[in-house]
């Protein structure tokens, strides 16, 4: 008997009506080459390495790429074996360079790995892109070992195609609270005093300690096992991609990239090999039309973690309403 989940449990689920009538919004392929208007919006229902070489050159502003990391890993079915660093950087190579092939001039590369596979992917975007940086985002989940440290923080790299690329740092940056406020002829000097306290914006860096992976009680979990965080994909649209912009992930998952995309009032492309998995994107982006909200996210500026009560006072104080938390869990299909 399926054990029966907390009514706080918002993890995303769907019945069978909803996965039959979320099927037919799926894009299928067929052998054809693929145009821009086609797959602008869509959710991809295939494989990578079939569709490829049908994607168009040149039309996408920012690629975000999450592929399966050299660890044994099962997708629902769909299992990924842990291989050699050499065999990895070759399986790497089969699709990378195709995918660049999609990007504008001045678009930009983000492509996700854990400490393992770093090396390969920075060999892979300097063969291919200009490397921009390393963000080490710390990832707060992780299993304790009692022979090495605990593993809590993945690496994205960035890079660019050309030299000339969008990068909007004003778009990303985060809202501290001032613990030792500096004054400046009795004013308060790059920080802002508030009745609910003492904050800062500040420039981020390629650290990042603010971000909280889904779990159970956030709207936007789902059981996919490598779910990222809509606040870290945010950042990286936000800062790489101009509105309206087109944004492509070529291993979508449970939907995020496309998710937050659409929250953020860009166009995007996610190919996923895994009908479920599109099936739950494809409900995510249903429930983004009227809730959408990002955790973590509020007013243009990104929170540091564990600060929602904040956020609350300083939404009521700028005449703002509503705490963006809450989320209808079945759609009316």
Request: positive net charge; charged residues 30%; glycine residues 4%.
């Given at each position: 008997m399926e054990k029966e989940k907390s009514r706080r449990n918002r993890t995303l689920t769907l019945?069978?009506?909803?996965?039959?009538?979320?099927?037919?919004?799926l894009f299928s392929p067929n052998k054809e080459e693929i145009t821009p208007s086609q797959i602008t919006n869509k959710t991809i229902y295939g494989?990578?390495?079939?569709?490829?070489?049908?994607?168009?050159?040149?039309f996408v502003d920012l690629l975000l790429i999450d592929p399966p990391y050299n660890l044994d890993k099962d997708f629902n079915g769909l299992k990924f074996s842990k291989t050699n660093d050499e065999?990895?950087?070759?399986?790497?190579?089969?699709?990378?360079?195709?995918?660049?092939?999609?990007?504008?001039?001045?678009?930009?590369?983000?492509?996700?790995g854990d400490w393992k596979s770093t090396s390969c992917l920075y060999q892979i975007m300097r063969e291919f892109t200009i490397v921009r940086n390393r963000i080490i985002?710390?990832?707060?989940?992780?299993?304790?070992?009692?022979?090495?440290?605990?593993?809590?923080?993945?690496?994205?790299?960035f890079g660019t195609r050309g030299e000339e690329y969008y990068f909007n740092v004003d778009a990303v940056k985060q809202k501290r609270r001032v613990i030792a406020p500096y004054r400046e002829n009795g004013r308060p000097k790059d920080w802002e005093e508030t009745g609910n306290g003492n904050f800062r914006l500040t420039y981020p860096s390629n650290f990042w300690d603010d971000i909280s992976v889904p779990y159970?009680?956030?709207?936007?979990?789902?059981?996919h096992p490598t779910q990222k965080p809509e606040k870290l994909i945010a950042k990286l649209i936000l800062a790489s991609c101009p509105p309206k912009g087109m944004v492509?992930?070529?291993?979508l998952g449970s939907g995020t990239t496309s998710v937050a995309a659409k929250k953020l009032d860009r166009r995007?492309?996610?190919?996923?090999?895994n009908e479920e998995y599109c099936c739950w994107a494809e409900k995510r982006l249903l429930l983004a039309e009227d809730h959408s909200a990002i955790q973590g996210y509020s007013n243009?500026?990104?929170?540091?973690?564990?600060?929602?009560?904040?956020?609350?006072?300083?939404?009521?104080?700028l005449g703002f309403t509503g705490d963006g938390q809450s989320v209808a869990y079945s759609l009316n299909i």
């Open positions: 019945s069978e009506n909803e996965r039959n009538t979320l099927k037919k919004r494989d990578l390495f079939e569709i490829i070489d049908l994607l168009p050159a040149e065999a990895y950087l070759a399986y790497l190579k089969t699709w990378f360079p195709k995918m660049i092939r999609t990007l504008k001039p001045t678009g930009s590369v983000y492509i996700c985002w710390q990832r707060e989940k992780g299993r304790g070992a009692k022979a090495n440290w605990k593993n809590a923080a993945e690496d994205i790299w159970w009680s956030m709207p936007e979990n789902t059981d492509l992930d070529p291993f995007y492309v996610g190919i996923e090999i243009g500026v990104f929170w540091e973690r564990n600060t929602l009560s904040l956020q609350m006072k300083e939404n009521k104080r």
